[in-house]
């Protein structure tokens, strides 16, 4: 009986990743982050998508990778900038979408959350649960570039580290 359970239980979450995963095309074009490597599935919540005029488009994890993308791409023009609703994971319009910036919950490539929201009542409700500041797309974007400093050496840091534990964990098996 148990190990009946366990496979139904099992098959329903095998169906609902597959399905969950299928509701975001996006994500099958850009599985990953043009910049930083990330899993977009895993980061429905916060990825962003650029599709420019020249039908070029771009997928990234995170406001932080989208900020890297836009000061690089500098003479190439947005038509549509898309961002993860962090509680449906739908792509919405981020430049309608009410942020919050900050709060108790970890960013994603940031040490100041950037979060999006569809509806102004959720990110009061995130406001209210989590703090932080609500705040337009201009000011969210301003945001990531007066981080984008900071946030890089975190991750360089971040990274650096990864790279010795595995180094140490590699030496220690020989």
């Given at each position: 009986m148990k190990k009946a359970l366990s496979l139904a239980l099992l098959f329903?979450?095998?169906?609902?990743?597959?399905?969950?995963?299928?509701?975001?095309?996006?994500?099958?074009?850009?599985?990953?982050?043009?910049?930083?490597?990330?899993?977009?599935?895993?980061?429905?919540h916060s990825?962003?998508?650029?599709?420019?005029?020249?039908?070029?488009?771009?997928?990234?994890?995170?406001?932080?990778?989208?900020?890297?993308?836009?000061a690089i791409s500098i003479d190439k023009t947005p038509e549509a900038i898309k961002v993860g609703d962090f509680n449906s994971k739908q792509l919405i319009d981020a430049e309608s979408a009410t942020w919050?910036?900050?709060?108790?919950?970890?960013?994603?490539?940031?040490?100041?959350?950037?979060?999006?929201?569809?509806?102004?009542a959720d990110a009061e409700k995130f406001v209210r649960n989590n703090g932080g500041i609500m705040v337009g797309f201009d000011q969210a974007m301003k945001a990531g570039?007066?981080?984008?400093?900071?946030?890089t050496m975190m991750i360089r840091n971040k990274r650096k580290m990864k790279k010795m534990k595995m180094k140490q964990h590699k030496m220690g098996k020989e």
């Open positions: 329903l979450f095998l169906c609902a990743t597959l399905l969950s995963a299928a509701d975001f095309p996006d994500q099958k074009e850009h599985a990953s982050c043009d910049y930083c490597g990330m899993n977009r599935v895993k980061f429905a990825r962003m998508l650029i599709d420019y005029a020249d039908k070029t488009s771009v997928g990234t994890c995170s406001l932080h990778c989208a900020a890297v993308e836009f919050v910036i900050g709060g108790k919950k970890p960013g994603v490539m940031t040490s100041r959350a950037k979060w999006a929201f569809n509806d102004k570039y007066e981080d984008m400093y900071k946030d």
